[in-house]
């Protein structure tokens, strides 16, 4: 008897499951960018060491976090799919938290990375 691994069946979508996986995608980013943000401040910005602390411990959840993506995602797609993402994400923080705003070069950038996470992610694998 052959059984299929989650890996070749892959998810099944349904509408709630898509905005499930990326809302746990979202979670995940700002998890790891507001963490590593902390850390950053702490380091970088002599700032107090409670922002280590608290960055630490919010980059521990977010070790946590890509673990709710539904049955069928792999921990390798998953990981992929959400590294570009997180180049979303990253230049948003920086724009929304640092006033850094992305240029034309981040804006495409951005754009190939969540096409390339488009078909990663919802490509049929039955």
Do not use: C
């Not at 509408?15 to 943000?37: D, R, S």
């Not at 946590?64 to 799919?81: H, K, M, S, W």
Request: glycine share 16%.
């Amino acid at each position: 008897m052959h059984i299929e691994s989650p890996a070749a069946t892959g998810i099944e979508w349904t509408v709630g499951k898509v905005f499930w996986t990326l809302g746990v995608f979202v979670l995940a980013g700002l998890a790891e960018i507001g963490g590593g943000w902390l850390v950053w401040q702490a380091v970088r910005n002599k700032k107090g060491w409670y922002y280590f602390v608290g960055g630490a411990l919010v980059l521990v959840a977010y070790g946590v976090i890509p673990t709710l993506q539904p049955d069928g995602a792999t921990f390798a797609r998953v990981y992929a799919v959400y590294g570009g993402i997180f180049i979303v994400m990253s230049y948003g923080w920086g724009w929304a938290v640092d006033g850094d705003r992305p240029d034309r070069g981040d804006w495409v950038g951005s754009a190939i990375a969540l096409a390339g996470v488009a078909v990663a992610w919802f490509w049929p694998r039955r």
